[in-house]
């Protein structure tokens, strides 16, 4: 099984034989001066090679081995952050699995309760009975957040998923609004849906490219939702999609207040 390395993607690969005990972690090796090298991984290639070869003074830099069940993450490094220190870096969760606007929150809170100050837009997700979470942001003083976009459930519970003149207009307001609240003083500004809006025509990436690349340096972005465009994962420092492996959806398990909205 070959392997080619590349500083400026992030390489995904398929295992395809099966490992023993010892064995059941292949080694990735990024080579940052050779980073077009092949390499060749295969059921006797181990920790105890990859310490030979270590100490054999090659020119090994960096090391990193991530396991993801049946597939292998080999994440780069942006040279330009090494070194840095606080706030200020731009984070995407994305995915067709659960968690994606559950992990913004999260890092909301967290950064709230580190005395930050915290802005949260969602975009395309009008209305207000069917995100409890906002109940408790109302509580928490240096969390603000701002709403766009239409209610898309309807009485009956069914999704509205057509777009409109509307729909766009309520992005653009949203966009206007993080163009404001950069300049502001906030510490880290949440874009709940921002990758499925520019994927859905509702706001041009090159106006979001824009934000992103004229922020205040001091400023923290996380961007959420489904299918991010290419030139927002190129902006990105930090890049974690939630892959879906079982969910009780499929069961007929319904939506569940306090759980999933």
Request: hydrophobic fraction near 40%; glycine fraction near 10%.
């Amino acid at each position: 099984m070959g392997l080619r390395v590349d500083k400026d993607d992030c390489k995904i690969f398929s295992v395809e034989a099966k490992y023993d005990q010892e064995t059941n972690f292949l080694l990735a090796i990024w080579l940052i001066h050779n980073v077009h090298t092949d390499i060749n991984l295969n059921d006797n290639f181990s920790f105890k090679h990859f310490s030979a070869l270590e100490k054999s003074g090659g020119s090994l830099e960096r090391k990193i081995v991530v396991k993801l069940k049946d597939k292998f993450i080999l994440p780069t490094i942006d040279r330009k952050i090494i070194g840095h220190k606080g706030f200020g870096l731009i984070q995407m969760f994305h995915g067709y699995g659960k968690g994606k606007t559950s992990a913004g929150l999260g890092m909301a809170i967290r950064a709230a309760g580190a005395g930050k100050r915290v802005g949260i837009i969602y975009f395309d997700k009008g209305g207000s009975e069917h995100y409890s979470e906002r109940k408790i942001l109302d509580k928490i003083d240096n969390i603000d957040y701002f709403v766009t976009g239409r209610d898309r459930i309807g009485p009956d519970g069914k999704f509205d998923f057509t777009t409109t003149e509307l729909d766009k207009k309520e992005a653009g307001k949203g966009l206007v609004m993080a163009q404001s609240l950069a300049k502001e003083g906030y510490d880290l500004l949440i874009l709940d849906e921002i990758n499925s809006t520019v994927d859905l025509g509702l706001l041009p990436v090159e106006e979001v490219v824009y934000f992103l690349d004229n922020k205040p340096k001091y400023l923290e972005v996380i961007l959420t939702g489904r299918n991010p465009h290419i030139l927002l994962r190129q902006r990105a420092h930090l890049i974690t999609e939630m892959m879906p492996q079982k969910h009780y959806f499929h069961a007929g398990v319904k939506a569940r207040e306090g759980l999933d909205y």
